[in-house]
């Protein structure tokens, strides 16, 4: 077992640490600015193809210039997807209720969508 330690310090054993977990939050970051690339309506395919190549050619540098440049109203896009599905979620419980209310479905399909609608 002290052979172990000796071949690998525990500044080596931090280090691998750091890296491995920057290596990680990286990959996050990535998923997070496809992720908002590709909901943004407000981007043309072609500013959306451009960054993709950028950030697939030029990670490191394509994510932080992603962050730089349109990161500042990134929370703000994802707050309105939330609140949309929400919004979502809360129409087709209503219209349930009112198919449930006119006897067009029973009371185990309104049940069943009201689950449905709630899982999103």
Known sequence: MALASAEYPFLNLMWTMLVFFLW?????????????????????????????????????????LY???????????????????????AAQIAEARRLLAEGVIDDAEYQALKRKALAR
């Open 24 to 64: 990680v939050a990286w990959f996050w970051l990535l998923f997070v600015a496809f992720g908002d690339l590709f909901r943004r309506t407000d981007v043309s395919g072609w500013a959306k193809a451009g960054w993709t190549v950028l950030l697939i050619l030029l990670p490191f540098l394509g994510i932080l």
């Open 67 to 89: 962050l730089v440049t349109q990161g500042r109203h990134l929370l703000e896009r994802q707050r309105a997807r939330e609140a949309a599905s929400a919004t979502t979620g």
